[in-house]
């Protein structure tokens, strides 16, 4: 086996003392934090990550919870009673959403998951900056400064957000995974006299 090879099984072995380690350390840091190197090497080296000048990695804390409307509880018909989610992304997309808030000079590369705890979700984004000279010589990531990729994670084109889109492909065909969110709702809810919050 590779060295990141390694990295990934000593991961998945050791994953639940590493977390509860990390996690303890990290709950008294702020929730948007940028860091020196990956924790998850492999992960990050994975998706995209160079030790090089134009990218960086940011550790991005996102609460958990507090994802759905409230219960109704006055008078109405049962049928319109309906709870809808307030957000209707997953938590990865929202870091990487508040990563690109604090350093709106960069785009979302990727991110990846580090842990977790009853209060907070971590996950290292990758931030590239459009507008350095070595991200623009550099033949495999240059494609991230042209305008069509400006803002990609706000409108839902990071891998996280295709998949909690349903965007991810099965296998090696072409079939998506499942129909599009809005059509489904509009084929159920056409007759209501409502849209969607």
């Known amino acids: 086996m590779g060295m990141y090879k390694y ?7 050791n994953m639940d003392s590493i977390v509860k380690h990390n996690t303890m350390l990290w709950r008294k840091e702020p929730a948007t934090i940028r860091i020196e190197r990956p924790s998850r090497l492999d992960r990050a080296r994975a998706l995209g990550y160079k030790p090089k000048q134009g990218i960086i990695l940011i550790r ?5 919870g507090g994802r759905q409307r409230e219960k109704i509880t006055g008078g109405r018909k049962t049928r319109k009673s309906r709870r809808f989610k307030v957000l209707d992304m997953n938590y990865q997309t929202v870091a990487e959403g508040r990563a690109v808030e604090k350093y709106t000079n960069c785009e979302v590369l990727n991110s990846y998951y580090v842990g977790e705890d009853g209060l907070h979700y971590w996950y290292e984004v990758i931030l590239v900056d459009r507008a350095h000279p070595a991200i623009k010589k550099d033949e495999h990531l240059r494609w991230i400064t042209k305008p069509a990729h400006k ?5 839902g084109l990071t891998s996280s957000a ?3 889109r349903g965007l991810h492909k099965k296998g090696k065909g072409t079939e998506k995974l499942r129909p599009s969110k809005q059509a489904a709702f509009n084929r159920k809810y056409r007759h209501f006299p409502f849209t969607r919050p």
């Open 7 to 13: 990295l990934q099984e000593n991961w998945k072995k």
């Open 60 to 64: 991005q804390r996102v609460e958990r």
């Open 151 to 155: 803002g990609r994670v706000f409108r």
């Open 162 to 164: 295709r998949k909690s």
